[in-house]
Nanobody, 121 residues
């Protein structure tokens, strides 16, 4: 499956941003979708995941209550609504697809190219 993430940009602290990821190539509903991020000099980390049907979600502690992941299997898209953004949310954000409902980076087989989010005043 091919993934393309978009929607990043510059936002002030406390602001909001919505990332989207478009999938093509295979049956979108066969995959768990996840969002990950990687800040400069740091390892890639889990942000959120959503199950095949969208009924189950999981979030990292650092974004719980601020970010919301959703998917539309009819449109082959997954989104990440990010509210109350903080400077420490600054990173390149990646969408990814997996056959497992997991937060493990290595369990995701397909990755988008990343979209940069900068939170700064």
């Amino acid at each position: 499956v091919q993934l393309q993430a978009f929607g990043g940009g510059l936002v002030q602290p406390g602001g909001s941003l919505r990332l989207s990821c478009a999938a093509s190539g295979r049956t979108f509903g066969d995959y768990v979708m996840g969002w990950f991020r990687q800040a400069p000099g740091k390892e890639r980390e889990f942000v959120a995941a959503i199950s095949w049907s969208g009924h189950n979600t999981d979030y990292s502690r650092s974004v719980l209550g601020r970010f919301t992941i959703s998917r539309d299997n009819a449109k082959n898209t997954v989104s990440l609504q990010m509210n109350s953004l903080k400077p420490e949310d600054t990173a390149v954000y990646y969408c990814a697809a997996s056959g497992q409902f997991t937060m493990r980076v290595r369990s995701y087989d397909y990755w988008g190219q990343g979209t940069e989010v900068t939170v700064s005043s």
